[in-house]
């Protein structure tokens, strides 16, 4: 049986907009086992950087977690205060920005940047942390590291930038890698580049990723299994088999249309009429109700409840059973 790595219970983080409190992520549930890697996916704004940036304790000032757990190797990390989320941040888990060109300082040498979690974590001294520092660059595929570690972020190219990314990540071996779009921005052969790399990780040092993407080719490529997110909430859950082949809620089944398919002759793709409704303005019941084909009044009228519907699966729709016939 899987060893869990992280248990994410009923968590709720929340925003301040103007005198008022909305909720970016409402009684999230998921857990990841060791060597797992769990895809997280959705459309911009339903909550999935959110969610990631509440598990790592990296909100912005005018936000809390207002409830829940995020358990990691058995503890806590939300009762954990400053001082001790800095020991956990980089050593038992670690994150991979959005936009590395944007994460890094450009202001900063790589080398002083990638060693400052060394140092940190590690009784090293300055010379040990310059060689971990060369090694982790060596095993994301930098083929000139010392070169490296002498520049500034804008001297290099953006999958140059990822890669070092992923070594600052990964320079203390964390048990949970947390990927927030790791190929976004980057042309495809090196995002292949990438995801062998994160695979090659996992199986190597049995690395728990959660994968957050909109891209569901990555989520088919790399994930053994795949939470939705919609509008701050889990709508579905499944393994990536189950997942495609018989998506139950209508959101899902959007999505999966949504993806171009080779060969498949279609001048046009269908799409998701409507967008992701403003936390402010949440609609009343089912929040998917307003762009979905399916919704009856019962779905305008009361929010469905997030239920197990077989084979470990779980979807929040009131006609899960008629739709997963359907599809």
């Known amino acids: 049986m899987s060893e869990k790595l992280l248990e994410v219970k009923n ?5 301040k907009r103007d005198k008022t409190w909305v909720t970016a992520v409402n009684n999230v549930s998921f857990s990841i086992n060791k060597g797992e890697i769990l895809g997280l996916v959705g459309e911009s704004g339903c909550g999935k950087s959110v969610t990631s940036l509440s598990v790592m304790r990296l909100l912005a000032r005018n936000s809390k977690i207002s409830s829940g757990e995020v358990i990691l190797n ?7 205060d400053k001082k001790g989320m800095r020991k956990v941040r980089g050593r038992e888990v670690a994150m991979i920005f959005q936009e ?21 974590h590690n009784d090293f001294s300055k010379e040990q942390a310059h060689q971990r520092a060369v090694d982790v660059l060596k095993s994301v595929g930098i083929p000139e590291p010392e070169m490296t570690l002498r520049s500034y972020p804008h001297q290099l190219s953006g ?32 995002q292949a580049q990438i995801l062998e790399l994160m695979e090659d990780i996992r199986a190597k040092r049995n690395t728990g990723i959660l994968m957050i993407t909109h891209d569901l080719g990555v989520v088919a490529e790399m994930c053994s299994r795949v939470v939705v997110m919609y509008a701050g909430r889990i709508v579905e859950e ?8 018989n998506p139950k809620h209508p ?4 999505l999966i249309a949504s993806v171009p398919k080779l060969g498949s ?13 403003d936390l402010s303005v949440m609609p009343q019941g089912c929040k998917f109700a307003p762009r979905c084909k399916y919704a009856t009044d019962i779905c305008r009228q009361q929010e469905p409840e997030l239920q197990t519907a077989g084979d470990g699966r779980r979807c929040r729709c009131h006609h899960t059973d008629n739709l997963g016939k359907e599809a």
């Open 11 to 15: 968590l709720r983080t929340e925003f």
């Open 74 to 80: 058995g503890h806590d990390l939300l009762k954990e």
């Open 100 to 120: 590395p060109m944007n994460s890094l300082n450009p202001c900063m040498r790589i080398e002083t940047q990638l060693t400052e979690a060394i140092l940190l």
């Open 159 to 190: 999958g140059m930038c990822q890669r070092v990314m992923i070594a600052m990540a990964m320079s203390c071996e964390p048990e949970l890698l947390i990927a927030d779009e790791p190929t976004t921005a980057l042309d495809v052969t090196i």
């Open 238 to 245: 499944a393994s990536v088999e189950d997942l495609f082949a």
């Open 251 to 254: 959101y899902t089944q959007g």
């Open 265 to 277: 002759g279609v001048s046009s793709l269908p799409s998701i009429p409507g967008s992701v409704p």
